[in-house]
């Protein structure tokens, strides 16, 4: 099985930025879709962002389009997204999700879409 692992989170000034990352590691695979979701409290969990394995396709949430990046390195198994110009309303558990195996242009908005997920990373903006 595939297993992932977020990293990078953690407590940052409005206008600020961070790099989460999300390493997969377990059985082998040819391809791997990635995404991030997040979750602030009381609310449902939402997309941000996804890449296909072979970057090509790739797909942000309105919000996140211009400030946020997300980048694949395939030889590493991970994901990474750059978040710039952070603001209070990006406060949020941030979780990582995969698809294993759907073929390089593979790619989702939607949390079926995704079979494997990681324990998620906080990111929390202050004003």
């Known amino acids: 099985q595939v297993r992932l692992a977020e990293s990078g989170g953690g407590l940052v000034q409005a206008g600020g930025s961070l790099r989460l990352s999300c390493a997969a590691s377990g059985r082998t695979f040819k391809s791997l879709a990635m995404a991030w979701f997040r979750q602030a409290p009381g609310k449902e969990r939402e997309f941000v962002a996804s890449s296909s394995w072979s970057g090509a396709r790739k797909f942000y949430t309105d919000s996140a389009k211009g400030r946020f990046a997300i980048s694949l390195d395939n030889a590493k198994n991970t994901a990474y997204l750059q978040m710039n110009n952070l603001k209070p309303e990006d406060t949020a558990v941030y979780f990582c999700?995969?698809?294993?195996?759907?073929?390089?242009?593979?790619?989702?908005?939607?949390?079926?879409?995704?079979?494997?997920w990681g324990q998620g990373t906080q990111v929390t903006v202050s004003s």
């Open positions: 999700a995969a698809e294993v195996n759907p073929g390089d242009d593979y790619v989702s908005r939607i949390k079926p879409g995704y079979e494997v």
